[in-house]
């Protein structure tokens, strides 16, 4: 079975049961811290994918780590681990929030920006995309400072580049001709 597969069987089923328990929001800021951490510091990383780390140590640094996590994600922390699927933690996380999106008829916004926005730009945003796009909207921001100003915006795979790199670049392709 592929990587995705695999990921999308484990979002999916903790989708259904945080659903079912009307625990969404919990369990995806749970989720998100944890793979925040995996995704930030780079020695939590290389101890919780490393093969030779003994099982028993990796669930019992997540459960210190993240004693108020609910019983659902620390229980599938513990069948990642035993199944040695640890690495695939990113992924699930990646493919639980593309489920809630589609089973909650939310539209994923990937915002990115020369520089982190503020909240007020972040509501005006999320308001106007949410007006034009017609539903409920999650903004994902990402900084890239080589942008150098303006926002990239990824809505479901469509492009819209309203950056001053992307600007400078096409007047440098429109002077070239």
Not at 78 to 105: H, Q
Not at 130 to 148: F, H, K, N, T, W
Request: net charge negative; aromatic share 6%.
């Amino acid at each position: 079975m592929r990587s995705r597969e695999i990921a999308e069987r484990y979002a999916a089923a903790l989708y259904a049961v945080a659903q079912e328990e009307g625990i969404t929001d919990a369990i995806e800021a749970e989720l998100s811290a944890i793979v925040d951490a995996v995704r930030t510091i780079p020695d939590f990383d290389r101890f919780f994918t490393h093969p030779l780390i003994p099982r028993e140590e990796k669930v019992s640094l997540l459960e210190e780590a993240f004693p108020e996590s609910s019983e659902y994600v620390r229980n599938m922390i513990r069948l990642l681990v035993r199944n040695g699927r640890e690495a695939y933690l990113d992924m699930i996380y990646d493919r639980f929030l593309a489920v809630r999106a589609e089973a909650e008829g939310i539209t994923r916004v990937r915002v990115i920006a020369a520089s982190p926005l503020t909240e007020e730009e972040k509501v005006r945003l999320k308001e106007r995309l949410a007006e034009a796009l017609r539903g409920p909207v999650r903004i994902e921001e990402v900084s890239d400072e080589s942008l150098i100003a303006g926002v990239r915006l990824d809505v479901e795979g469509k492009v819209i580049d309203g950056t001053l790199r992307a600007r400078l670049d096409a007047l440098r392709g429109s002077l070239a001709r």
